[in-house]
């Protein structure tokens, strides 16, 4: 599975990135919200986990351009900001869930995933 991570965070993009690729899946790293919607339109990750308070916007930024984008990307965010109504506006606008990451090793974040 190919997996995009925007994550501004280099030791947790790290962290990740070792093990999904360990487990055998092809990870794209990127800590800007524009480089991350330019490498999503054009390599069409199976699964972007997309992090809300990232320069650029985030991940609100990038559901907003991809609305109506029609690509099969699993749009997933990924972050520690516990606000329902944020929650709420990423479901609203194509999220296809909403993840805090404290609840989440890589692991199990993997595992639902589907990898």
Do not use: C
């Amino acid at each position: 599975m190919k997996i995009l991570i925007l994550e501004d965070d280099e030791m947790i993009a790290d962290i990740y990135k070792k093990h999904f690729e360990q487990a055998g899946n092809e990870v794209i790293l990127v800590n800007e919200t524009q480089k991350a919607l330019e490498r999503i339109m054009k390599e069409k990750p199976e699964v972007a986990l997309l992090d809300l308070l990232i320069s650029g916007g985030g991940g609100i930024e990038i559901l907003k351009k991809l609305k109506d984008w029609g690509g099969k990307t699993k749009l997933i965010i990924f972050s520690n900001e516990q606000d329902p109504e944020k929650e709420k506006e990423t479901k609203n606008l194509g999220a296809a869930d909403f993840l805090i990451k404290a609840d989440y090793t890589p692991e199990k974040l993997l595992k639902k995933l589907g990898g």
